[in-house]
């Protein structure tokens, strides 16, 4: 496919015997044709006779055919990101209410935090609290949050 879309001329016609045999779908279709146009080409399926960009009635077809795929497009991507943020709240306000604590557990109890976040404040490192209670500098310097 790559290698029809670089060679094409002006004045090309590419010719398939069914749209499937181009694209999987719209999505793939519309910036296909676009680029067979764009490169001064037309496009013509034999079984889809309304799929032919010598006609004025074809290109408005491809016309509608890729505005119908943005529209997609930007139902697919809210839908996906209201899925996303319903099922996130839903699952995260379930835990909250069974007093849940979400994401990795801490490596230290609230008990050694405090006395970290004091010993920290007294002048203690961060290596030498990292070694006392077995963590990682960093586990150690998030404290301060």
Known sequence: MLRLLKALCSGDVVTVTRIDRLARS?????????????????????????????????????AVLGGLTDVERDLIRTRTAEGRSRSRSRNRNRAKNRGQHMGRPSMLTPEQQ??????????????????????GRATISRLRR
Request: charged share 25%; aromatic share 8%.
């Open 114 to 135: 405090a006395e970290a976040r004091r010993r920290r404040a007294e002048g203690a490192t961060l290596d030498e609290l990292a070694k006392s209670y077995n963590a």
């Open 26 to 62: 719209t999505f793939d279709l519309f910036p296909i044709v676009k680029q067979i146009v764009d490169a001064g080409g037309q496009f013509r399926s034999l079984a889809e006779p309304w799929a032919d960009t010598a006609t004025s009635t074809g290109r408005l077809m491809i």
